[in-house]
């Protein structure tokens, strides 16, 4: 890790035209053969689901039958729908690494089509469960060996009683998951692959590509007009769309609220809590305490255009480190020895299995022509995690591969130590393990420097980091209630 002059990092961001994907080092990429070896292997795993749907709809009118046979019917269905999800897994990572190929855009779509014939076979589950006596049922789970291990589960069937339809009417709603998918679908393509933003031009008069995955590092540009002209070059793009984006959101508005009403809940912020078990109170208090309590945000913004010398404060100035004359530029392999030190706190064990991360192909790390934007950790029962990054050197996204990783930790260790149908933590917990690898970083570095402009600097973006887990998740989570909200009341 160095500090460095920002007026001469330009060419390290990987100017001009990102790199094909076969013209990278396969040592930086994901080994997705660890899910399936080739092509070949997936659409056989995909004939086994199809195959086996006709053996799941058996179970059909039987569960109630005995304890013996509403285990078999769950472990049958288990087992068809963790390899639905490896074949889902294996289409989705493909179709990102570089989202113009058409081939595994398909295999995407062939994956999410199986996964709606797997739902209708599956729909009547519920019903079924529900309709077996809870004496009854209760009796099954504490008589029958193995059965025990579904008890959460069945009680959360039963949690979810009044929201839960007859048989013919749950089919019909799993008939429906391919539209639903249609808003985020028709967004990630947009997106993804068919979104183009202009060049510019660098502190050295250099013309560099704009994309998202350099992005972060514009916003970091000691030099005003750079992040002006990378800001107006993305958002400007996206301006052109705005009718088009305000269609898809409109499109995913309207489906959460058809099934929060087809299943009678009061509303979709209700729907969509209800599987976690939270009440609406809680997101509420929430959105309304931190926008409550916004004055450390303002005082904060008013520091950094105190900081900057500004006479207004623009979008393009709210990541330009404040130290302008410092920057870092962490090359990867550097970032991945920082890492490992800063976790060393959970243990020696964390540490053997998180060298598997960085060793065994879990990390695509690089951008390249037609990649998915942003980061993310990707797991499913019987496979080891999957992380996306679009690495570029800089602190935040040194700190962006911790944050991964403690989303890709946090589902080893849950398939690792849960059955199947647990191994699917929820989204209330989601991000304590990634931010407390964060948190854990950040003291790591902090400890081991007596620089005190290097302290402001890691300072600095702990203050950001806390801008953007706290304010700007809240932001959004207020902004998604108001929408929904308005769209239910005929707005």
């Not at 076979?121 to 009796?139: G, M």
């Not at 996306?388 to 403690?406: C, P, Q, R, S, V």
């Amino acid at each position: 890790m160095k500090f460095s002059n920002p007026f001469f990092e330009t060419a390290n961001n990987g100017g001009g035209k990102l790199p094909d994907r076969k013209e990278m080092d396969a040592t930086y990429q994901w080994r997705l053969s660890d899910i399936f070896p080739d092509d070949d292997s997936w659409n056989a795993a995909f004939k086994t689901v199809e195959s086996g749907l006709p053996k799941l709809q058996e179970f059909s009118g039987k569960l109630g039958e005995s304890g013996e046979t509403l285990l078999k019917a769950l472990q049958t269905r288990d087992e068809l729908e963790a390899l639905l999800y490896q074949l889902y897994l294996y289409a989705g990572l493909k179709s990102d690494q570089d989202t113009r190929v058409s081939t595994y855009q398909g295999f995407r779509d062939r994956a999410t089509s199986l996964s709606v014939k797997y739902g209708q076979a599956a729909s009547f589950f519920r019903p079924e469960i529900l309709a077996i006596p809870e004496a009854n049922l209760r009796k099954y789970v504490s008589e029958t060996a193995g059965l025990g291990d579904y008890r959460h589960y069945l009680e959360d069937i039963l949690r979810a009683k009044a929201h839960t339809l007859p048989p013919e009417q749950e089919k019909l709603l799993a008939m429906t998951g391919e539209i639903a998918q249609s808003p985020y679908n028709v967004f990630s393509m947009f997106n993804n692959a068919d979104i183009k933003f202009p060049s510019i031009t660098d502190e050295n008069g250099q013309e560099i590509e704009v994309t998202k995955g350099r992005m972060s590092v514009l916003m970091e540009s000691s030099d005003r007009r750079v992040r002006k002209d990378a800001y107006e070059a993305m958002y400007g793009e996206y301006r052109k769309w705005t009718n088009t984006l305000a269609a898809t959101l409109s499109g995913a508005v309207k489906r959460n609220m058809f099934f929060a009403q087809a299943r009678q809940y009061p509303g979709a912020l209700a729907a969509a809590l209800h599987d976690d078990n939270i009440p609406a109170e809680v997101y509420e208090n929430v959105v309304q305490t931190i926008g409550d309590n916004l004055q450390p945000l303002h005082r904060y913004s008013a520091l950094r255009k105190k900081m900057l010398k500004l006479d207004a404060l623009k979008p393009w100035d709210m990541n330009v480190p404040l130290l302008s004359e410092m920057k870092m530029e962490i090359p990867y392999d550097e970032a991945v020895d920082t890492i490992r030190n800063g976790l060393a706190p959970l243990g020696d064990g964390y540490l053997a299995d998180l060298e598997s991360a960085f060793r065994d192909g879990w990390i695509d790390v690089f951008e390249n022509q037609g990649k998915r934007s942003g980061a993310y950790s990707w797991s499913t029962f019987g496979v080891h995690p999957y992380i996306l990054l679009n690495y570029n050197k800089t602190l935040d996204n040194m700190f962006t591969i911790a944050h991964e990783l403690g989303h890709a930790m946090h589902s080893f260790y849950t398939n690792r130590h849960q059955p199947y149908h647990y191994s699917n933590y929820t989204i209330f917990v989601a991000e304590v393990a990634s931010t407390l690898n964060e948190a854990l970083l950040m003291d790591y570095l902090l400890k081991t420097t007596d620089d005190p402009q290097k302290k402001l600097y890691l300072l600095n973006q702990h203050v950001d980091t806390i801008r953007g887990t706290v304010f700007i998740q809240s932001l959004f989570a207020a902004f998604e209630k108001a929408i929904h909200e308005k769209a239910e009341s005929g707005e």
